[in-house]
């Protein structure tokens, strides 16, 4: 079965929505070819690729697949532009015709939703990891019961932000501003935290959570 490939202008249009993705989602390795790379905490590699359902003059869907050294493909996702498209009868997608790339249906598409969807499809990932089968779990770190209650407040009262002013005015008298700031840095370095303005991961509420890990 021959294998169809986006053109080079459709890939540009395409770039509209995965670099939007990737100004939320840190490790983001650009496109290399016809698919767009990611290298998450964890050392779970992603890869978007363009695909279509109908023809192959109509890019319509982005086809995601996770995988790690460990264990191979352990997670996949679909994002179909007429999914997030308002006009059943006018779903989104780019027309490719000898080259030509333009988008079709573009002011019915939702194009944010998408973007949302992906971006906590990849944030879910990161928990995923810390399935023992996906990795090895002293690769994750085990949080104290100090820990659990600095993740509890700034996901209950900090609508998951870590701030550290508000944190340590929270928790003073049990962990100082340098500890704070150390742990903050930490947990950003290893993934559990989003780059600033930080917020805690789906990852972190799920080691939060967890009485021990494996």
Known sequence: MARFYPSYQTLRLADQILEAIAARTPGYQGRIGSRWYWRLAGGVLVTF???????EQRWDVLRAEAVTPTVGLFNAADFPFAAYGTLVDSPPFIHDLDGEAEWS?????QMGHLI????????????????PQVRPPSSFPE????????????????????????????????VSRSVLTRL???????????????????????????ETIG
């Open 184 to 210: 903050g840095q930490y947990w950003e370095d290893i993934g559990l935290l989003t780059e600033p303005p930080r917020r805690v991961t789906v990852a972190l509420r799920a080691l939060a959570n967890m």
């Open 143 to 174: 949080l104290n019961a100090l820990e659990r209650e600095i993740v509890a407040y700034a996901v209950d009262e900090l609508n998951g932000y870590f701030k550290l002013s508000k944190l340590h005015a929270a928790f003073d008298g049990r």
């Open 116 to 131: 949302d969807d992906a971006v906590l499809w990849m944030e879910m990932l990161s928990a995923a990891v810390i399935d």
């Open 49 to 55: 690729e363009l695909d279509f359902t109908v023809t």
């Open 105 to 109: 249906n573009r002011l019915y598409f």
